[in-house]
């Protein structure tokens, strides 16, 4: 049920949670990706995007699915090394919703501030950032080839 900024069930961003920390898990003094509110970063995504948004919803059925027929309570409640061939699965046989779960996984760890403090990382100051002068001279070839559009 879509209701105002929330589209994923409860169960549904436990499940994302969940899935992020075996894709990123938590090592020495890095947590995890889900620990880190990954879900909530996915949902907020996927409220701008509708085909996202369908994406996993269906994707996040078939990861439960395939959970439930290795037993237990969830995808949760599996152990660590049953999740990975769970997650495993699901990539063989669901491989773009899987590239998918990776790739917003790794967009919201890689560009968390939590995750930048702890590898010392720090963001440039907008005001200290000096562009490089454009160079007009890479416009030519396109105005060259003229107008490509009609006029409305």
Known sequence: MTTG??????????????????????????PGAGDLGGAQFVEQVALKNIPL???????????????????????????????????RQVEREHPVFFRELVRQCYNFYY??????DLIGYEMPDPQDYQPLPFDESLLEPVKQRGQMWRPV
């Open 53 to 87: 948004r369908r994406s996993f919803g269906d994707g996040l059925a078939q990861l439960e699915i395939a959970a439930s027929q290795r037993g237990g309570d969830g995808f949760a409640a599996l152990a660590p090394e049953i999740q990975d061939e769970t997650l």
């Open 111 to 116: 560009t968390n501030p939590d995750v930048f």
């Open 5 to 30: 900024t929330s589209i994923f069930s409860q169960e549904q961003r436990d499940l994302l949670s969940a899935a992020f920390n075996r894709i990123v898990p938590a090592q020495d003094k890095f």
